[in-house]
T-cell receptor
């Protein structure tokens, strides 16, 4: 089936620095790209999303970039805090007339103080 | 606001056993999903349903059955539990599909252990 590749799988940064996670997708018809944050023992929660009619979206310290030509999108967390430590998942819509999202394998982000 | 509840929270089964997991949502969402998450891994779609009595297979449907009894509930059955299997099963829901993607809200999960 369709795949979404997410890298890196593990990311360690110092508090106050930036963290970047990159995803690539296969289906050129994908038009919706959400990012979910999952803290240990918790369920995933949507933190930011972008649709294909945009190239950039920012919500506070979160920035998402979308390059439709390259079929890549990325999450950038500026000024990271220990509370940003969690698993992050990207996802891409699977157009084929369905309501499916295809999730990446996840990135474990650790922010150390 | 709304909430998604999953029962049971923890499920311990025996090899070969048929196990049923339940999910209820009061968002009045049309679409519901079942995902499997293995430790430290991503979410793999098992089944989803866009309306009552609808059922669509995900990439991981083999070994599972599902049932959308009514709009608010979606159950998943592990048809034959595999020995040493351990995973979290996450239920999610989202508003009317209609070709327009919307946020998926996740339940707290059911942790399955097979002895």
């Amino acid at each position: 089936g369709e795949q979404v590749e997410q890298l890196p799988s593990i990311l360690r940064v110092q508090e106050g620095s930036s963290a970047s996670i990159n995803c690539s997708y296969e289906d050129s018809a994908s038009n919706y790209f959400p990012w979910y944050k999952q803290e240990p023992g918790e369920n995933p929660k949507l933190i930011i999303d972008i649709r294909s009619n945009m190239e950039r979206k920012q919500i506070q310290e979160l920035i998402v970039l979308l390059d439709k030509k390259a079929k890549r999108f990325s999450l950038h967390i500026t000024d990271t805090q220990p509370g940003d430590s969690a698993m992050y998942f990207c996802a891409a819509s699977n157009q084929g007339g369905s309501a499916k999202l295809i999730f990446g394998e996840g990135t474990k982000l650790t922010v150390s103080s | 606001g709304g909430i998604i509840t999953q029962t049971p929270k923890f499920l311990i089964g025996q090899e070969g056993q048929k196990l049923t997991l339940k999910c209820q949502q009061n968002f009045n969402h049309d679409t519901m999903y079942w995902y499997r998450q293995d430790s430290g891994k991503g979410l793999r779609l098992i089944y989803y349903s866009i309306t009552e009595n609808d059922l669509q297979k995900g990439d991981l449907s083999e070994g599972y059955d599902a049932s959308r009894e009514k709009k608010s509930s979606f159950s998943l059955t592990v048809t034959s539990a595999q020995k040493n299997e351990m995973a979290v099963f996450l239920c999610a829901s989202s508003p009317d599909w209609g070709g327009y993607y919307a946020e998926q809200f996740f339940g707290p999960g059911t942790r399955l252990t097979v002895l």
